[in-house]
């Protein structure tokens, strides 16, 4: 088994790209379209095409088959039991006991509209896992961090106007 820390970065990115690829795959064809409120969450957050994107409800969140990515997401702390959401540009998996968290998944709507910025999943990628590793990682990255704050911003000011 080959350890990360010994992997190129391009390798890494190349290896992300593959299974990102993947999963989205999987995910657009067996999940669920957004909901209207959800539509409006994906709208507010600026996602260009919300009606691409597909929801699925899983057990838990899969690790990726790769021995190097998966041992990353391990040591980063995103194992498959401490996750509950993972975003593959418009694939959206849940974990089943966080289904209609709704901060969750506007968060995990942030990522898709990063996506949608950075233009591809290599391109989003690059950063992303740049901001993993040190002097940042997982999750005080920019656009992790993003993600907490536009989640908690939108979930905030909409419950406070009910």
């Known amino acids: 088994m080959t350890s990360i820390d010994s992997t190129p970065f391009e390798m890494l990115l190349a290896k992300a790209t593959v299974w990102i690829t993947a999963e989205e795959q999987r995910v657009l064809r067996s999940g669920f379209p ?25 057990e838990m969140i899969r690790l990726p088959p790769d021995s190097v ?69 997982y999750p005080d990255g920019p656009l992790e961090q993003e993600a907490r704050t536009i989640a908690a911003t939108i979930c905030r000011s909409k419950d406070d106007s009910r």
């Open 34 to 58: 957004l909901a209207a409120s959800q539509i409006a969450d994906a709208t507010v957050v600026g996602i260009k095409c919300p009606e691409r994107v597909r929801l699925i409800q899983e």
């Open 69 to 137: 990515l998966s041992e990353m997401a391990r040591r980063l702390g995103m194992s498959d039991t401490s996750t509950f959401g993972r975003t593959y540009r418009y694939g959206i998996v849940i974990r089943w006991d966080h289904w209609g968290d709704r901060e969750l998944l506007v968060h995990e709507l942030v990522h898709t509209r990063q996506y949608e910025k950075f233009g591809s999943i290599e391109n989003f990628l690059r950063p992303y896992l740049k901001e993993l590793l040190p002097p940042f990682r």
